[in-house]
């Protein structure tokens, strides 16, 4: 099964809210990553944070880490129509040297 | 500074046929992994490579192989294709995890149709 697990599968919201999504993992980690992707396209990094690491900034992202809960949250604010994409986490195990990605999340920012 | 660079972006094949994608990391970047992406299965894991070396291997058969050349440019070939493997390609190369800029570089990906 997938190391992570992001929730919602789906977000629906209107243009100029916030959006939240959360991600869960099973073992230990070196580093979270959240990255996008657009219909049918290649993934763009955008955000890592380490495991040493509790909340991390990037414009109008902005990650949680509890390594306690084992989970992570990204938050979009002020969402835009561009912001409409797929959002997975990527977990980057303290043993091994790949990245694990969860099944993602849809999200749609209506105009 | 040129991204990951994945050819060819398109590929139809026919069951029983092979194929082989290639993939030029960004320079400097002597990692690169590949990934399958499939509605059902979600981003899989295939294989990973440093400096002409596989670090790593997911699980999927032996048909699905790969290699990296000295300048870390990789490819994969997939051999007795199957409809099952129609997805969408991505490979992704990447600094050393310590670095203070790590994190993936997808391509656009491949998308293979397997008809």
């Known amino acids: 099964s997938q190391q992570g697990e992001e929730d919602p599968q789906a977000l629906s919201i209107q243009e100029g809210e916030n959006a939240t999504m959360n991600c869960s993992y099973k073992?230990?980690?070196?580093?979270l990553q959240w990255y996008r992707q657009n219909s049918g396209r290649g993934l763009v990094h955008l955000i890592l944070?380490?495991?040493?690491?509790r909340e991390k900034h990037s414009g109008r992202l902005r990650v949680t880490l509890d390594t306690s809960k084992k989970s992570s949250s990204l938050l979009i604010t002020a969402s835009r129509a561009a912001d409409t994409a797929s959002y997975f986490c990527a977990t980057d195990l303290t043993s091994g040297s790949r990245l694990t990605f969860g099944e993602g999340t849809q999200l749609t920012v209506n105009p | 500074k040129a991204g990951v660079t994945q050819t060819p972006r398109y590929l139809i094949k026919t069951r029983g046929q092979q194929v082989t994608l290639s993939c030029s990391p960004i320079?400097?970047?002597?990692?690169v992994s590949w990934y399958q992406q499939t509605p059902g299965q979600g981003l899989q894991f295939l294989f990973e490579y440093f400096s002409e070396t596989q670090r790593n291997k997911g699980n999927f058969p032996g048909r699905f192989s790969g290699r990296q050349f000295s300048n870390s440019r990789s490819e994969m070939n997939v051999s007795t294709l199957e409809l099952g493997d129609s997805a969408l390609y991505l490979c992704a190369s990447s600094l050393p995890r310590g670095a203070s800029n790590y994190g993936y570089t997808f391509g656009s990906g491949t998308r293979l149709t397997v008809v």
């Open positions: 320079s400097g970047h002597r990692s």
């Open positions: 944070i380490r495991s040493n690491e």
């Open positions: 073992t230990s980690i070196n580093n």
